[in-house]
């Protein structure tokens, strides 16, 4: 089989991530335990304000099938269950919470060498659908996303996006809310080692005629350290400094300041990931 197509929601995910990931203004807690059965454990714990919440998540594999489960503190069910090769290229994903009797969803992956579809309906009587499709190969993908409401006979999106990728850069244009907006973005490594990347990111609605632009970098001091920064035009200015202090545990430090509201102190957060 040559080499497939990343899915739609791949498009412009490389500078979304440099931008976005790991910036947590919380307290977090992730302690994973692998089992040597096929069954996992992971327990998370958020500290958001005065409110504590916290999950138990366990994962069990046999053959084509895995199976998700987690159990939220108001005792919410969430099940996923997750069957590979249902036919040749394609796995289906049944998930639904309980006790919300409609929020059963039924997902449909289809990956083919030049072609990525990914549909999903509601399983209930006025069920979202929603279809993403995306076209080409390791260097340019271009795809789209639509969502329908059943009850409102409405689009609830559509949206349409080109990526260019090689290891040393990545650009995407993407046409989001109905077409209202555009947002471009682009990463390039500034070595050949990768261990310094830049971002840029901008947005621009066109029914409003209003741009805004996020720029930031990711930087690899060493094997265990890695520093990342963000500086937005709303004057919001962030970082991020994660260690890995042993093999797959890590410890994260956020910061963020609003230099327009000088008069609200510096938000801040940490993570601890630990997997023994």
């Given at each position: 089989?040559?080499?497939?197509?990343?899915?739609?929601?791949?498009?412009?995910?490389?500078?979304?991530?440099?931008?976005?990931?790991?910036?947590?203004?919380?307290?977090?807690?992730?302690?994973?335990?692998?089992?040597?059965?096929?069954?996992?454990?992971?327990?998370?714990?958020?500290?958001?304000?005065?409110?504590?919440?916290?999950?138990?998540?366990?994962?069990?594999?046999?053959?084509?099938?895995?199976?998700?489960?987690?159990?939220d503190?108001?005792?919410?069910?969430?099940?996923?269950?997750?069957?590979?090769?249902?036919?040749?290229?394609?796995?289906?994903?049944?998930?639904?919470?309980?006790?919300?009797?409609k929020?059963?969803?039924?997902?449909?992956?289809y990956?083919h060498?030049?072609?990525?579809?990914d549909?999903?309906?509601?399983?209930?009587?006025?069920?979202?659908?929603?279809?993403?499709?995306?076209?080409?190969?390791?260097?340019?993908?271009?795809?789209?996303?639509?969502?329908?409401?059943?009850?409102?006979?409405?689009?609830?999106?559509?949206t349409?996006?080109?990526?260019?990728?090689?290891?040393?850069?990545?650009a995407?244009?993407?046409?989001?809310?109905?077409?209202?907006?555009l947002?471009a973005?682009?990463?390039?490594?500034?070595?050949?080692?990768?261990?310094?990347?830049?971002?840029?990111?901008?947005?621009?609605?066109?029914?409003?005629?209003?741009?805004?632009?996020?720029?930031?970098?990711?930087?690899?001091?060493?094997?265990?350290?890695?520093?990342?920064?963000?500086?937005?035009?709303?004057?919001?200015?962030?970082?991020?400094c994660?260690?890995?202090?042993?093999?797959?545990?890590?410890?994260?430090?956020?910061?963020?300041y609003?230099?327009?509201?000088?008069?609200?102190?510096?938000?801040?957060g940490?993570?601890?990931?630990?997997?023994?």
């Amino acid at each position: 089989m040559g080499y497939g197509p990343a899915p739609f929601s791949d498009i412009g995910k490389r500078a979304k991530d440099l931008l976005t990931k790991d910036y947590n203004y919380d307290h977090k807690f992730v302690l994973s335990v692998p089992g040597s059965t096929p069954m996992g454990l992971t327990a998370t714990g958020l500290k958001k304000g005065q409110i504590f919440l916290g999950d138990i998540s366990a994962q069990y594999k046999s053959g084509r099938t895995i199976v998700d489960v987690k159990v939220d503190t108001y005792s919410n069910v969430s099940t996923k269950v997750t069957i590979q090769e249902v036919m040749p290229s394609t796995k289906a994903i049944l998930s639904f919470d309980v006790p919300d009797h409609k929020s059963g969803k039924l997902d449909v992956q289809y990956l083919h060498p030049r072609v990525a579809i990914d549909s999903s309906i509601g399983l209930n009587p006025s069920p979202l659908l929603n279809l993403a499709a995306a076209v080409g190969g390791k260097d340019i993908l271009l795809g789209g996303e639509v969502g329908f409401d059943t009850a409102s006979a409405s689009f609830t999106k559509y949206t349409a996006g080109i990526s260019f990728n090689k290891p040393d850069l990545s650009a995407a244009l993407i046409l989001t809310d109905k077409g209202q907006t555009l947002k471009a973005s682009y990463v390039h490594s500034v070595d050949a080692s990768h261990t310094t990347q830049v971002v840029a990111e901008m947005t621009h609605r066109l029914n409003t005629f209003e741009n805004s632009f996020t720029i930031g970098s990711c930087h690899v001091v060493d094997r265990y350290n890695t520093v990342k920064t963000r500086f937005s035009d709303n004057g919001k200015v962030a970082m991020v400094c994660q260690r890995e202090w042993r093999p797959k545990s890590l410890v994260t430090f956020s910061a963020e300041y609003d230099a327009k509201r000088t008069e609200v102190g510096p938000k801040w957060g940490l993570a601890l990931a630990l997997k023994p």
